[in-house]
C-alpha cells in the first residue's frame, strides 16, 4: 500500500489523509471530497506566494549578512545601518495610522479567550499541553498552584492532601458565589448540580433547587447530565 494518496491535486500522507477523512470530517458537514479539492486549490494558490516570501526573507538576509562581514571590526554607526536596511527594503516607511479587519474567523479565536499555543505537532506532549491549555480546571488551578499559599496545612505531600482539598472546595465555591451566583443561595450549601433541559439545577443542602442567577452563563457539561463530571462556565469570555 502506498504511503501517499494523489488528492485534490497533492500527495497527501495516507496516515493524514485518513485521519481527516475517516475521523475529522464525518462529524462536521464537509464532504470530503469537496474537503481535498478545496484544500488543494488552496495550497496551490499560497504555496507560490509562500516561496517567494521565503526567497525574499533569505535574499535581505543574505544582505544583511554580507554587511555584518564587511563591517566586521568596526564600531556600527547606528544611522548608516540604518540607511542600509531602509535600502534594502528591510525598513519601510511608517505609513501613519491604518486599520485591519477580516472575517470568517473561527470564534475560538476571534471571541473565546484562552492561550493561543503554537506547538510542533510532532511532539506528543507539546500537543496535548496546548489542547489542554485551552481550558482547565478550577480545582485543579486552585489546589496545584500557589493561588492557595502552600503554608501551614496546605503543604503539598506526596498524595491528595485532604486538608489543601478542603481549602479548595471553600475557595472554588467562593469564586462560583462572586462570578456564577445563583439566584438563590450559595454554592457553599450546593449539594449537587445536574442538567435539566439545558440548564445547570443545583440542589442546595436544605433540599430546594435553583440556578444561576444568569442562566447564560452556563456552557456545558461532560458525563451524565443527572452527575455531571465537569461543568464549563464562561464569564466575560472567560471560561472556567
Known amino acids: ?47 507560490p506566494r509562500n516561496r517567494a516570501l521565503l526567497d525574499r526573507r533569505d535574499e535581505l538576509q543574505t544582505r544583511i549578512d554580507q554587511w555584518h562581514r564587511d563591517h566586521a571590526g568596526q564600531e556600527i554607526d547606528p544611522p548608516a545601518y540604518q540607511a542600509f536596511l531602509v535600502e534594502i527594503g528591510y525598513l519601510v516607511p511608517d505609513p501613519g495610522q491604518f ?6 474567523v473561527d470564534p475560538e479565536i476571534s471571541d473565546i479567550a484562552g492561550p493561543q499555543l503554537v506547538v510542533p505537532v510532532l511532539n506528543a506532549r507539546f500537543t ?29 505531600s506526596a498524595g491528595y492532601d485532604e486538608a489543601r482539598g478542603a481549602q479548595v472546595v471553600a475557595a472554588a465555591r467562593s469564586y462560583l458565589d462572586e462570578f456564577f451566583p445563583l439566584s438563590d443561595g450559595s454554592h457553599g450549601d450546593a449539594r449537587a448540580y445536574r442538567i435539566q433541559a439545558t440548564q445547570l439545577v443545583v440542589t442546595l ?17 461532560a458525563g451524565d447530565p443527572d452527575a455531571p463530571s465537569s461543568i464549563l462556565l464562561n464569564n466575560h469570555g472567560l471560561h472556567v
Open 1 to 47: 500500500m502506498s504511503d501517499r494518496v494523489s488528492v485534490g491535486g497533492l500527495q497527501v500522507a495516507r496516515s493524514l489523509f485518513d485521519f481527516v477523512t475517516e475521523e475529522v470530517l464525518p462529524d462536521t458537514v464537509v464532504d470530503a471530497e469537496r474537503f481535498w479539492d478545496d484544500f488543494g486549490r488552496m495550497v496551490a494558490d499560497f504555496a
Open 99 to 104: 486599520a485591519v479587519s477580516t472575517a470568517n
Open 128 to 156: 496535548l499541553n496546548a489542547a489542554n491549555a485551552r481550558w482547565g480546571s478550577l480545582y485543579d488551578a486552585l489546589y496545584g498552584t500557589d493561588a492557595i499559599p502552600r503554608d501551614g496545612s496546605a503543604q503539598p
Open 205 to 221: 443542602a436544605d433540599g430546594h433547587t435553583t440556578g444561576l442567577a444568569d442562566v447564560d452563563k452556563f456552557r456545558g457539561y
